[in-house]
Nanobody, 124 residues
Framework: VQLQASGGGLVQAGDSLRLSCAAS????????LDWVRQAPGKEREFVAG????????YYADSMKGRFTISRDNARNTVYLQMNSLKPEDTAVYYC??????????????????WGQGTLVTVSS
């Protein structure tokens, strides 16, 4: 599976941004697709995930209410709508896929496939 993340950019605090993750290749093998972010000097952090087939969603507690993950199976694309952005949301955002179910909440940030990341910068 190949993943291509896009949609990052420079925004101001309070703005919204929508990230996209386009999947190609053996997309039928995707079980879940997640967004993970890494801020400068920090470890990778789970943001949100979605079951590719059922659409069930998972969120980090700190993202609930501000971020929404969704999918368009016809386009093999998953979106991350981010509202009310804060400077602490500044990070490189990666999409990542798993072929098998995993216990939630995730304990490790290891996935079967990774996209290249897209930078989100939120200015104050």
């Amino acid at each position: 599976v190949q993943l291509q993340a896009s949609g990052g950019g420079l925004v101001q605090a309070g703005d919204s941004l929508r990230l996209s993750c386009a999947a190609s290749g053996r997309t039928f093998s995707i079980y879940t697709l997640d967004w993970v972010r890494q801020a400068p000097g920090k470890e990778r952090e789970f943001v949100a995930g979605i079951n590719w087939s059922t659409g069930n969603t998972y969120y980090a507690d700190s993202m609930k209410g501000r971020f929404t993950i969704s999918r368009d199976n016809a386009r093999n694309t998953v979106y991350l709508q981010m509202n009310s952005l804060k400077p602490e949301d500044t990070a490189v955002y990666y999409c990542a896929a798993d072929r098998r179910p995993r216990a939630r909440p995730l304990v490790t940030m290891s996935f079967d496939s990774w996209g290249q990341g897209t930078l989100v910068t939120v200015s104050s």
